[in-house]
Structures are given as structure tokens and as C-alpha cells.
Nanobody
Framework: QVQFVESGGGLVQPGGSLRLSCAAS????????MAWYRQAPGKQRDLVGD???????NYDDSVKGRFTISRDNIENTMWLQMNSLKPEDTAVYYC????????WGQGTQVTVSS
């Protein structure tokens, strides 16, 4: 079964950038449409954006133009490049399939604060 490990989070000032990574175990990654999600304290987990097997992407309006999702199907890795970060981007970020139907990893904490 595919397992996900997220990394790359941290504390960043508003306007800063971070690049998150999602490492997936197993060869199934290359046939899965994937997504990034985030969960702020006291809120539900929300979809940030998704990427198909061939690399087509969609983004939530709140991050469009600031975040970019990419993937490498050979390395079984997906990334989330986050630019122009805002305090409201503070959350734990997770990766999973576009359906969110596989076991969730521990996520990586992103805190945007001055």
C-alpha cells in the first residue's frame, strides 16, 4: 500500500517561500492523481490543489498564482512550491490521492508569521 511522508515545512515570514515534498512508497504513485491538502487549527482539512499523472494542475482560488504543484513519477515524489505566503496559509500540509482515500501521513507544519 502506498504511504506518504511530507517534509519541508517550517516558520516563514509573510511574503516568504517554502517548498514542501511528498515522498510516496510503492510504484502505484505513478498512476495516481495526487493532491495537497491543509488543515488549520480547529478547521477541517481542505484541498489546496491537485495534479494528474501527466502533470495537469488545479488550485483552490486562495492559492492560485502563489502555489505550484509538480511531480516526478520516477522518483515517486510530489512538491508544493509556495510563494508569497500569508498568515492564513498557516496549517499542517498533507499529500494524498485526489480522493484522499489512502492512509494519511503525519503532515508537515507550515507557520507564516512575523
Amino acid at each position: 500500500q502506498v504511504q506518504f511522508v511530507e517534509s519541508g515545512g517550517g516558520l516563514v515570514q509573510p511574503g516568504g517561500s517554502l517548498r514542501l515534498s511528498c515522498a510516496a512508497s510503492g510504484s502505484a504513485f505513478r498512476v495516481l492523481s495526487m493532491a495537497w491538502y491543509r488543515q488549520a487549527p480547529g478547521k477541517q482539512r481542505d484541498l489546496v490543489g491537485d495534479i494528474t499523472v501527466l502533470g495537469s494542475t488545479n488550485y483552490d482560488d486562495s492559492v492560485k498564482g502563489r502555489f505550484t504543484i509538480s511531480r516526478d513519477n520516477i522518483e515517486n515524489t510530489m512538491w508544493l512550491q509556495m510563494n508569497s505566503l500569508k498568515p492564513e496559509d498557516t496549517a499542517v500540509y498533507y499529500c494524498n490521492t485526489i480522493h484522499g482515500n489512502l492512509p494519511w501521513g503525519q503532515g508537515t507544519q507550515v507557520t507564516v508569521s512575523s
